[in-house]
């Protein structure tokens, strides 16, 4: 084989490393948005834990209040009631009494209810944060190893490319000039064996002069469908 081929062979090896390694970090994006709608579900379940207890504590303030509001009429009418010297407004009070009691002893009851719903909904919102703690922990170990493994290519990308021009520098520059042009037109390799008359760049047969000067090993060859260097492998 052609020193300049063996040489690019290294510098190809190293391109599609780095293609690689950048491909990688350009799909780190994607995979941070992915791991941070795991957090969405738990999100979702939070907030509707905590609005449904919420909802339920504004009901027994209510009751509260609605039960205070009749205690305190009670007091007013029992008061009243000690006061009057009538016997049909004692009975008449004596009526509104027992309505109010009955009121608040319904209301009580309605109360301890929605209390005992209260303790239900409470343990409901602490087991959702809990979740949702445990997939935030899972989302942040992951985003740092996404951002470990993003420094760890750019330090990767950087050796590369250092090893690189060290071998680019021995390569014909005309030559080098055509491989670089193969490598951004063909997206990946520009340097690709010929093997049983095929060009395993692009799977297609050569025609026998081709497959010849590749034999020679004399002359840089080119795949005719292609374009792609080849060098003959046995």
Do not use: W
Not at 35 to 42: E, M, S, Y
Not at 59 to 81: G, Y
Not at 214 to 232: M, P, S, V, W
């Amino acid at each position: 084989m052609l020193p300049d081929l063996e040489t690019l062979l290294i510098v190809q090896d190293r391109d599609l490393r780095i293609l690689a390694l950048r491909k990688d970090i350009a799909n780190m994006p994607r995979m941070i948005e992915v791991a941070k709608t795991r957090l969405n579900g738990d999100q979702a379940a939070v907030a509707k834990a905590k609005e449904a207890f919420q909802a339920n504590e504004v009901l027994v303030k209510r009751l509260e209040l609605d039960i205070q509001t009749r205690r305190n009429t009670l007091q007013r009418l029992r008061t009243q009631q000690f006061e009057t010297k009538k016997n049909e407004e004692y009975q008449a009070l004596g009526h509104e009494v027992e309505r109010y009691l009955g009121d608040i002893g319904r209301l009580e009851d309605e109360e301890l209810v929605f209390m005992e719903k209260s303790e239900q909904l409470k343990a409901a919102l602490t087991a959702a944060e809990a979740g949702l703690r445990r997939t935030q922990e899972l989302v942040d170990a992951e985003l740092k190893q996404l951002e470990e493994r993003r420094r760890n290519n750019e330090a990767q990308i950087a050796e590369l490319e250092s090893e690189r021009r060290t071998f680019t520098a021995k390569v014909e520059p005309t030559l080098l000039a055509i491989y670089d042009r193969l490598v951004k037109a063909k997206q990946g390799s520009a340097l690709v064996a010929l093997s049983a008359g095929q060009c395993k760049g692009c799977h297609m047969k050569v025609t026998t002069s081709t497959i010849l000067k590749a034999k020679t090993d004399q002359e840089i060859t080119h795949c005719e469908n292609c374009g792609r260097i080849l060098y003959f492998d046995d």
